[in-house]
C-alpha cells in the first residue's frame, strides 16, 4: 500500500537496539492512546532511564499546547524515551533542544536532507512540517524527577492538509528516498547519547541547535500569551528560550509562542 512502510515487529526492534545506551527495555503497541502517556505511567512506576514506548499509530497523540498530533499507522515513527536527566526543572526546555539536534543529525545523516528546527518543536523539511517533539516532566518538590521525551516523525506519508494547523511533509517525500524506520530510530537514540552528557552544561547543545533555526535573522511574528511580538529573530539561549530583537532597540527572551515568518510588503 502506497505510504506503508514495513511493520516493526518487537524482535526485530530489540535486536536493532541491542548495545545502545538508550532504548531498553523496549514496549511496542501496535496501536495506543499517547506514547508520551505510556512512558510517564512508566516513569512513575519506576522505569529505568532509557525504556522506550513505540507505536504504530497513536488515537490520542499529543502535540504542544494540547494540539492533536496525527500518526498515520504505519506511515510514522512516534516514540516516548524515559529520561532521568541531571539539569533543573527551569533547564528542563534544553531537552527540546536536544531532540531536536539529534532528530536532525539523525535525518541528515539516514536520509541526506536538510532540516531547520521551527522554536520551540517543530522540525522542518523544506518549510513544512515533518516532526514534532513534545517533553513533559515529573518533578519531585524542586527536582526533576523524570522527563519523557516525544518525538513524532512523518516517515512516509503525512496527515492529510485538512487535519494539520501547518503545512505538513513527510520524509520520503521530500528525500525522493524509502527510509528505514528502525535504521532511522536507532541513529536518532545514538545521536541523543551522544549529546545527552552535554545537557547540563548546554552551550554545544544551543550552538547546534541555533545552527538549524528557521527564519534566523529574520522578522518573526511570535503569539504569546500577552500578546504578538515582532522582532528580528537573533538565537536561542542556552535554556532554550528565543530571542527577538524588537524595532525598539530591546532584546525580548520568549520561553512560549507560537512563532510565524513575517509575510514580506
Ligand atoms: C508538536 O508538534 O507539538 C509535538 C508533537 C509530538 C508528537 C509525539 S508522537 C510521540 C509522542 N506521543 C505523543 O502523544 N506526542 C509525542
Same mark, same amino acid.
Given at each position: 500500500?502506497?505510504?506503508?512502510?514495513?511493520?516493526?515487529?518487537?524482535?526485530?526492534?530489540?535486536?536493532?537496539?541491542?548495545?545502545?545506551?538508550?532504548?531498553?527495555?523496549?514496549?511496542?503497541?501496535?496501536?495506543?492512546?499517547?506514547?508520551?502517556?505510556?512512558?510517564?505511567?512508566?516513569?512513575?512506576?519506576?522505569?529505568?532511564?532509557?525504556?522506550?514506548?513505540?507505536?504504530?499509530?497513536?488515537?490520542?497523540?499529543?502535540?504542544?499546547?494540547?494540539?492533536?498530533?496525527?500518526?498515520?499507522?504505519?506511515? *510514522? &515513527? +512516534?516514540?516516548?524515551?524515559?529520561?532521568?536527566?541531571?539539569? #533543573?526543572?527551569? @533547564? %528542563? =526546555?534544553?531537552?527540546?533542544? /536536544? !531532540?531536536?539536534?539529534?532528530?536532525?543529525?539523525?535525518?541528515?545523516?539516514?536520509?541526506?536532507?536538510?532540516?531547520?528546527?521551527?522554536?520551540?518543536?517543530?522540525?522542518?523539511?523544506?518549510?513544512?512540517?515533518?516532526?514534532?517533539?513534545?517533553?513533559?516532566?515529573?518533578?519531585?518538590?524542586?527536582?526533576?524527577?523524570?522527563?519523557?521525551?516525544?518525538?513524532?516523525?512523518?516517515?512516509?506519508?503525512?496527515?492529510?492538509?485538512?487535519?494539520?494547523?501547518?503545512?505538513?511533509?513527510?520524509?520520503?517525500?521530500?528525500?525522493?528516498?524509502?527510509?528505514?524506520?528502525?535504521?532511522?530510530?536507532?541513529?536518532?537514540?545514538? *545521536? &541523543? +547519547?551522544?549529546?545527552?552528557?552535554?545537557?547540563?552544561?548546554? #552551550?554545544?547543545? @544551543? %550552538? =547546534?541547535?541555533?545552527?538549524? /533555526? !528557521?527564519w534566523?535573522?529574520q522578522t518573526v511574528v511570535?503569539?504569546?500569551?500577552?500578546?504578538e511580538?515582532t522582532g528580528l529573530?537573533?538565537?536561542?539561549?542556552?535554556?532554550?528560550?528565543?530571542?527577538?530583537?524588537?524595532a525598539?532597540?530591546?532584546?525580548?527572551?520568549?520561553?512560549?509562542?507560537?512563532?510565524r515568518l513575517r509575510p514580506s510588503r
Open positions: 500500500m502506497p505510504g506503508m512502510t514495513a511493520p516493526l515487529h518487537a524482535p526485530a526492534v530489540v535486536h536493532a537496539l541491542a548495545g545502545r545506551r538508550l532504548g531498553h527495555p523496549v514496549y511496542l503497541f501496535q496501536r495506543i492512546g499517547s506514547t508520551n502517556d505510556e512512558a510517564k505511567r512508566l516513569a512513575v512506576s519506576g522505569a529505568p532511564e532509557g525504556a522506550l514506548v513505540l507505536a504504530e499509530t497513536q488515537t490520542a497523540g499529543r502535540g504542544r499546547a494540547g494540539r492533536t498530533w496525527l500518526t498515520p499507522p504505519g506511515a *510514522a &515513527l +512516534a516514540l516516548s524515551l524515559v529520561l532521568r536527566p541531571n539539569v #533543573t526543572p527551569r @533547564q %528542563a =526546555a534544553r531537552l527540546t533542544m /536536544l !531532540a531536536g539536534v539529534a532528530v536532525c543529525e539523525a535525518l541528515e545523516a539516514v536520509a541526506g536532507v536538510r532540516p531547520a528546527l521551527k522554536w520551540p518543536n517543530d522540525i522542518l523539511l523544506g518549510e513544512r512540517k515533518a516532526g514534532g517533539i513534545l517533553v513533559e516532566s515529573g518533578l519531585a518538590g524542586e527536582r526533576l524527577e523524570y522527563a519523557v521525551l516525544g518525538i513524532g516523525l512523518n516517515v512516509s506519508a503525512a496527515p492529510p492538509p485538512e487535519q494539520v494547523e501547518f503545512p505538513a511533509t513527510a520524509l520520503e517525500v521530500e528525500s525522493g528516498r524509502v527510509v528505514d524506520r528502525l535504521t532511522l530510530l536507532a541513529a536518532i537514540l545514538d *545521536a &541523543l +547519547a551522544a549529546h545527552y552528557d552535554g545537557l547540563a552544561e548546554g #552551550t554545544a547543545l @544551543q %550552538a =547546534a541547535w541555533q545552527a538549524r /533555526l !528557521a534566523l535573522g511570535a503569539r504569546t500569551a500577552a500578546g511580538v529573530a537573533e538565537g536561542v539561549d542556552a535554556d532554550g528560550a528565543l530571542l527577538v530583537r524588537l525598539s532597540g530591546e532584546q525580548q527572551r520568549l520561553l512560549a509562542a507560537d512563532v
